[in-house]
């Protein structure tokens, strides 16, 4: 089992619409969890981190479910510009020498359409 | 006013031949990153340094060698080319007490004959 799935997609969705993705994790200690974005071509870039209680910045929604190993990141209202590949990110550990070890799903191409 | 910078960006040898590439941040962060993308688009994680010492050494082929001169730079040397080592190279960086949020370079597109 990976240690980081996520539905690969495409999912091609049109302007205004609301699309969600999900990712599960295979380690239960894992400490924090976070959405990057990656445009083609190019660097992965933070998008937000993803809190227990759940966050929200501006038209992203982050979710955490702990207990079941499952995180969501909703999009409102699709822009164009969203088009991207959207990778659910875990840390295994926090402290010593895996803080930085972020593991990597393989992402979730979202393309918008006019 | 670049951040996190990579050369080259693109990388077109030979098998068995031996290449480097180099990063550099000016973000004053502490802890560097070297990661590979493969064709399926898997980013994983090869090596991290701390302040020019190695963290972080994943599974990877003793012919990758990272050297780190100072804490704002870290270079990746690959000795004997293989078919592959195809793939995107992503140099990061991050603060050191939040090494979770990293910085990444535009990547490193290496393609071996």
């Known amino acids: 089992r990976k240690e980081v799935e996520q539905d690969p997609g495409p999912f ?3 302007e205004g619409a609301t699309v969600a993705f999900n990712c599960t994790y295979s380690n239960s200690a894992s400490q924090s969890f976070f959405w990057y974005r990656q445009d ?3 660097e992965p870039k933070l ?3 993803v809190y227990s209680s759940g966050n929200e910045d501006g038209r992203f929604t982050a ?3 702990r207990a079941s190993q499952y995180i969501s990141l909703l999009i409102r209202d699709s822009k164009l510009s969203d088009s991207a590949t959207y ?3 875990v840390n295994p550990r926090a402290g010593g020498t895996s803080y930085g070890k972020l593991t990597f799903g393989q992402g979730t191409i979202l393309t918008v359409h006019p | 006013d670049t951040a996190v910078s990579q050369t080259p960006k693109y990388l077109v040898t030979q098998m068995g031949n031996d290449k480097s590439i180099k990063c550099e941040q000016n973000l004053g962060h502490d802890t560097m990153y070297w990661y590979k993308q493969d064709s399926k688009k898997f980013l994983k994680i090869m090596f991290s ?3 020019k010492e190695l963290i972080i050494n994943e599974t990877v082929p003793n012919r990758f060698s990272p050297k780190s001169p100072d804490k ?3 270079n990746l040397h690959i000795n004997s080319l293989e078919l592959g080592d195809s793939a995107v190279y992503f140099c990061a960086s991050s603060p050191l007490r939040r090494q979770e949020t990293q910085y990444f370079g535009p990547g490193t597109r290496l393609l071996v004959l």
Request: hydrophobic share 40%; proline share 5%.
């Open chain 1, 12 to 14: 091609n969705v049109p």
């Open chain 1, 40 to 42: 083609c071509r190019k």
């Open chain 1, 47 to 49: 998008l937000m981190s």
């Open chain 1, 63 to 65: 979710q955490l479910n």
């Open chain 1, 87 to 89: 990778l659910c990110v």
């Open chain 2, 49 to 51: 340094y701390n302040n």
């Open chain 2, 72 to 74: 704002a730079h870290l």
